[in-house]
């Protein structure tokens, strides 16, 4: 999950948005255009509204991208890992085969025949 504790305040979420049209911004956000004009004259809107336009704005899409990156790091560096462990223990399964097959100790003690 994405998370964003801080958010900057409204007037600049709204200033960094492309558009900064109100009407636009109201219907996106399912408000009337009175409403947006209230919480920008507070510089406060309820917690929802803030995350949605953070998350359209420059501070959300650099959040966003960098926990993706971040992400495809770890998996990369995860996948590189398993396959040296696997490689590693392919390894120890060929010397483990060369020594000898000595049976198993669940193997039956007499054919089925």
Not at 57 to 77: I, P
Not at 82 to 93: F, G, P, T
């Amino acid at each position: 999950m994405f998370r964003a504790n801080h958010t900057p305040p409204l007037n600049y979420l709204l200033d960094d948005l492309l558009t900064h049209n109100p009407v636009k911004i109201a219907a996106h956000l399912g408000v009337s255009v009175k409403t947006l004009a209230r919480w920008q004259a507070a510089d406060e809107a309820p917690r929802a509204v803030m995350l949605a336009l953070f998350y359209e704005s420059s501070w959300g899409y650099s959040l966003l991208h960098a926990t993706a990156h971040n992400g495809e790091l770890y998996a990369r560096q995860l996948a590189d890992s398993l396959k040296r462990e696997n490689a590693a223990l392919r390894v120890r399964v060929a010397r483990l085969e060369r020594l000898g097959d000595f049976g198993a100790a669940n193997a039956p003690a007499w054919s089925s025949r």
